[in-house]
């Protein structure tokens, strides 16, 4: 499959499975599982057909790793990022020191007066590595990074997930634990 083409699938599935499920005629579980019969059907149906080959390929290697199978490999679903009500039964662990934030220059005087909030989203997204948190602030302009003292908000109470895919994720970031780098 070509990349260009499992870009266009990757993007289609997170915009069912994380936000719009009922537009193509799809219904999560509670935990945001489809059966994915019932989703190669759907995007049939709503012409953007997908083969199960496909799915398996995107789902194994996405550079975002933004979906996972369930042990039987018969429910999908998006491993975080939702913007529809699901829980996907994460438990709480201890972060690392240290974790990032990447986001547009426009955002930043923002950021600095409220922090970071989760918007219409779950979580606020945090990345391990500034690489990373680098590459989905450009997604939006010219990005900046910030240092998110993880370990400090710990301690305070905070309390913190990560996805299946690697992803951190706070109910918000205070600005007095964040550091622009």
Known sequence: ??????????????????HTP????IKLTPNGWVAVDELLTACAKNKFPITRQEL???????????????????LIRANQGHTVKVDLQLEAVVPPDELYHGTARK??????????????????????????????????????????????????????????????LVDHVPPEYLQKI
């Open 107 to 168: 955002s930043v005087e923002s950021i600095l007066q409220t922090g970071l909030c989760k918007m219409s989203r779950h979580h606020v997204h945090l990345s391990k590595d500034i690489a990373t948190a680098k590459a989905v602030g450009a997604r939006y302009g010219k990005a900046v990074v910030f240092a998110v003292y993880a370990a400090a908000m710990h301690q305070a109470g905070y309390i913190f997930y990560c996805s299946a895919n690697g992803v951190w």
């Open 56 to 74: 398996e390929t995107v789902v194994e290697y996405n550079d975002k790793q933004r979906f996972s199978f369930d042990s039987t490999g018969t």
């Open 22 to 25: 009922d537009a193509i005629g």
């Open 1 to 18: 499959m070509s990349d260009s083409r499992l870009v266009k699938i990757s993007k289609y599935l997170s915009k069912y499975l994380r």
